[in-house]
């Protein structure tokens, strides 16, 4: 005799669980992109929150061969960006870097999914801002080691998970590889013009970090996938500039749309252009 059970339902009180509350406000945000970016709602699912349902196969499969799937999959990059804007904002202001920022990234991650790769990323930055706070300077080393005992306190077999081994050999690969490139292209001269000189800068630093990142993981990308993308390279300096800016507005337009929609949509259009280039 077999019985099986298509369907069930969980009759009583439920309490709120940190898994449950992510849920909840990860189904918000994405029921939130829906209103305000509409018919570009799967693209930033996908770039805001590493939701990919609403991206087509060919266009993953595009992203993959040229080595820019990472974008979609929220990680220490977009980490990157939010740390950025609140160190932006927070000005001279230290304290409020720690009290405000963090809160913010613990959110964020929520909203994530709490996935390996964005707690760890999670972890370091509120651990460098922390100590900006205090007025102390940052370790990268020691603030990757310190996420990655957290994260295999809370789960070893985190260890396993492809996209955790893909992050932290990223880190470690910007922390070495990464700084001794940008030493070695800090000594070259650079325009006079303000505009140029950022520019070229921002190249430089995307070039760095796109150079080390592929050296660190090739070895990975191979085990796992049997393949390397030497479009990356080219492809990283292309949309990493114009991500980033997408990326912020985006969760602006977004943030707003909880508060005014038509303003949110308004604001959405910015990045529409960004959001064409990229795809």
Known sequence: LSAYCTDWSCI?????????????????????????FKDRSGFFSALLFGDKSGLRNDFLLRSAASG????????????????????????KRRRSVALFGIPILIL???????????????????????????????????????????????NPWAVTDIRLQLSFVAV????????????AFSQRPTPQNPFLKKAVKTIRGTLCAT??????????????????SIMAIVANILILPVISAVFIIGLAALLLGFISLPAAVALAYIAVPGAAYVT
């Open 172 to 183: 470690f690969s910007l922390i070495t590889v990464g700084k001794r490139l940008s030493e």
């Open 108 to 154: 964020f991650t929520a909203a994530g999914g709490f996935s390996p790769s964005l707690v760890r990323s999670a972890i370091m930055y509120s651990i460098v801002m922390l100590g900006y706070s205090l007025r102390r300077e940052p370790n990268s080393f020691i603030s990757a080691m310190v996420a990655l005992t957290v994260l295999l306190l809370i």
């Open 211 to 228: 150079l080390a990142v592929q050296f660190g993981t090739i070895p990975l990308m191979v085990i796992y996938f049997s393949s390397i």
């Open 12 to 36: 009583g009180h439920k309490g709120m669980t940190l898994s449950n509350a992510s849920e909840y406000l990860r189904h918000s945000v994405l029921e939130g992109c829906d209103r305000v």
């Open 68 to 91: 820019t799937a990472h974008v979609y999959a929220v990680s220490g990059l977009h980490t990157s960006f939010i740390a950025s804007v609140i160190f932006l904002l927070a000005g």
